[in-house]
Nanobody, 121 residues
Framework: QVQLVESGGGLVQAGGSLRLSCAAS????????MAWFRQFPGKEREFVAA????????RYADSVKGRFTISRDNAKNTLYLQMNSLKSEDTAVYYCAKDREQLYTGGMDYWGKGTLVTVSS
């Protein structure tokens, strides 16, 4: 069993930065790719960024490329999302999730409960 707990969300002005964290319990964190997703009100959850088990092969949605950076610290069982140059359209609930595989496949088997990011214009 894996539990994922996101933190770091909040209110920020457009152009500002936030760093989200996702603390994982359980021994499988370091064995799995991880990802961030977000969900806008009334919309489906969408992919934001992913990273492999080892911390390589980062991938990003086009909408965040060049502004967001995903990283992980396997020694701390923690996933991060550094968000810079935030825009009002980044306002959403952000979720971290664990993949079933070592490389990102989109087959997520565990999800956190989310953290709200609000960007004011």
């Amino acid at each position: 069993q894996v539990q994922l707990v996101e933190s770091g969300g909040g209110l920020v002005q457009a152009g500002g930065s936030l760093r989200l964290s996702c603390a994982a319990s359980g021994r499988t964190f370091s064995l799995s790719a991880m990802a961030w997703f977000r969900q806008f009100p009334g919309k489906e959850r969408e992919f934001v960024a992913a990273i492999s088990r080892s911390g390589g092969f980062p991938r990003y949605a086009d909408s965040v490329k060049g502004r967001f950076t995903i990283s992980r610290d396997n020694a701390k069982n923690t996933l991060y999302l550094q968000m810079n140059s935030l825009k009002s359209e980044d306002t959403a609930v952000y979720y971290c999730a664990k993949d079933r595989e070592q490389l990102y496949t989109g087959g997520m088997d565990y999800w956190g409960k989310g953290t709200l990011v609000t960007v004011s214009s």
